[in-house]
C-alpha cells in the first residue's frame, strides 16, 4: 500500500503557497493598480528629477507635474465630451439615411445588406432603459474611483521615490549591484520610453485627424480628433475604434466624403505602423510584431481593456529580464550586427535633460543614485581581487624561496 508522508515544513509550505495565491485573487485589482501606477512613476519620474535637480522640493515638483498633466487631459475632455455626446444624438437621428446611403454604397460592390431595416427595428429605449442607465452610471463611478486612487498612489511613489530606492536597494549584495541597478535602467528605459513615445503618437495622430476633418467639413472633429488620440493606446482594435465612427459620421454627408475620411485615415494608421512607431518607440520595446500580437492578444483575454494596455509595457520588461537571464549564459538572442549600435539602458527616450553633463543626467536616473548611496564595488569588492592577487603573488614567492632553499642544501 503506498504511503505519503509529509513534514510539517511541508505542509506548512504549501498552504503558505496556496494563502498567496488566494491573496493575489483577492487583490488583484489593487495590484493592477498598483502596477500602473508604477509605470505611470517610470514614466513621469525624469520629469520630477529634472525639477528636483533645479531646486524645487519634490513635493512640489509632483505637484506640479501631475497638475499640468490633469489639466490638459481635463481640457480635452471638457472641449471633446459635449461634443461627442451632440454626435452620438445626430447619428441615433440620422442612423437610417445612414444606413440607406451604406447600403447603396455596398450594392455598387455587389454586396446587398438591408442595413436600414435593421436600424428601424432597434429599441432606443429599451437602450436606454433606467436599469441600464443605473448599470453604466454605476460602471462610470467605478472607473472614476479607480482613476483618481491610481493618480493617488502614483504621487505617493514619486513623491517617495527616495525612500522606496533605499528600501530595494538594501537587498542588493554588493558584488552585483551595479549589475541589478544597470536592470533597473533598463526597465526606466523601456517602461518610460514607451509611455512617453505613445504620448507622442496620440498627439500626432489626434492632429492629424483634426485637420483632415477640418479640411473636409466634418462636424465634430475635435471630438473625433481626442477620440482617435485616445483610441491610439490600444493596441490592434485601436486604429478600428478611431476610424469607424468618423467614417459613419462622414457617410452623413455624403458617400464620397466617407470613402475620403476612409482613405486617409488608413493611409495615416500605414504611416504610423510602417514608419512612426519604429521611429519613436519600436527600438526601444525591441519586440518581434508577433511577440506585440500575442502579447496584446493574451493581455485582452485575460485582463480585458486594462490588460490590453499593460501587454506591450509588461512583454518588453519580460524582454529585458530575459536578455539578463540569457546574457549570464552566454547566450544572445538578437546579435548585434556590425553596424548597430548597442543599447544603452541609461538612455532615456523622450526625456527632460536635467542639469550637469549627459553622464550626470543618466546617472540621476540610476536607483543606486536615487537612493542617495555611493557604488560600494568601487570601494569595497573591487580592492578584493587585488587582495587575492596579492596573497597568491606572496604564496608563489614563498614556494620559490623553499625551492632555492632546498637546492643550496643538496650535497655538492
Not at 450594392?107 to 435593421?118: A, F, I, K, N, P
Not at 485637420?211 to 483610441?231: E, H, M, S, T
Not at 549564459?329 to 556590425?338: N, T, V
Request: aromatic share 6%; glycine share 6%; net charge neutral.
Amino acid at each position: 500500500m503506498l504511503e505519503l508522508r509529509a513534514s510539517k515544513a511541508s505542509i506548512f509550505n504549501v498552504a503558505l503557497v496556496l494563502l498567496g495565491l488566494w491573496a493575489v485573487i483577492r487583490l488583484w485589482p489593487v495590484l493592477v493598480m498598483v502596477l500602473v501606477a508604477v509605470m505611470l512613476m517610470i514614466g513621469l519620474l525624469p520629469y520630477i528629477e529634472a525639477l528636483v535637480q533645479r531646486g524645487v522640493p519634490r513635493a512640489v515638483a509632483v505637484l506640479l507635474v501631475l497638475s499640468a498633466v490633469l489639466a490638459v487631459i481635463s481640457a480635452l475632455l471638457a472641449l471633446a465630451l459635449p461634443s461627442m455626446v451632440r454626435q452620438v444624438g445626430d447619428i441615433k437621428q440620422n442612423l437610417p439615411e445612414t444606413a440607406r446611403q451604406l447600403d447603396r454604397l455596398l450594392e455598387g460592390l455587389g454586396v446587398r445588406l438591408d442595413l436600414e431595416s435593421s436600424t428601424r427595428e432597434i429599441n432606443w429605449d429599451r437602450l436606454a432603459s433606467g436599469r441600464v442607465a443605473i448599470d453604466y452610471g454605476q460602471r462610470a463611478i467605478s472607473i472614476l474611483v479607480t482613476l483618481v486612487t491610481t493618480i493617488v498612489i502614483t504621487a505617493y511613489l514619486l513623491v517617495d521615490t527616495p525612500k522606496l530606492a533605499r528600501f530595494v536597494y538594501q537587498f542588493f549584495p554588493a558584488e552585483r549591484e551595479l549589475e541589478y541597478d544597470r536592470i533597473f535602467q533598463s526597465i526606466c528605459r523601456v517602461v518610460g520610453g514607451y509611455l512617453r513615445g505613445q504620448l507622442l503618437t496620440s498627439v500626432a495622430v489626434a492632429v492629424y485627424t483634426f485637420i483632415v476633418l477640418v479640411v473636409l467639413g466634418i462636424p465634430n472633429p475635435l471630438a473625433f480628433a481626442v477620440l482617435a488620440g485616445l483610441a491610439d493606446v490600444i493596441p490592434l482594435v485601436g486604429a478600428l475604434i478611431a476610424i469607424v465612427p468618423v467614417t459613419v459620421a462622414a457617410l452623413q454627408q455624403s458617400s464620397s466624403q466617407a470613402l475620403l475620411v476612409l482613405v486617409l485615415l488608413m493611409a495615416y494608421q500605414q504611416f504610423e505602423d510602417k514608419f512612426l512607431v519604429p521611429r519613436v518607440y519600436g527600438e526601444t520595446l525591441n519586440l518581434p510584431p508577433v511577440i506585440v500580437l500575442l502579447a496584446a492578444l493574451a493581455g485582452t483575454e485575460l485582463m480585458g481593456l486594462t490588460g490590453a494596455l499593460l501587454a506591450l509595457p509588461v512583454a518588453a520588461v519580460a524582454r529585458v529580464w530575459l536578455d539578463y537571464y540569457l546574457s549570464r549564459r552566454g547566450i544572445s538572442l538578437a546579435p548585434i550586427e556590425e553596424t548597430d549600435k548597442p543599447e544603452d539602458p541609461t538612455d532615456q527616450p523622450f526625456a527632460p535633460d536635467s542639469l550637469g553633463s549627459e553622464e550626470q543626467s543618466n546617472a540621476e536616473m540610476s536607483l543606486i543614485a536615487l537612493a542617495g548611496k555611493e557604488p560600494r564595488t568601487a570601494g569595497d569588492v573591487a580592492v578584493l581581487p587585488r587582495i587575492e592577487m596579492a596573497s597568491a603573488e606572496a604564496v608563489i614567492a614563498e614556494k620559490s624561496l623553499h625551492r632555492r632553499r632546498r637546492y643550496h642544501r643538496q650535497p655538492g
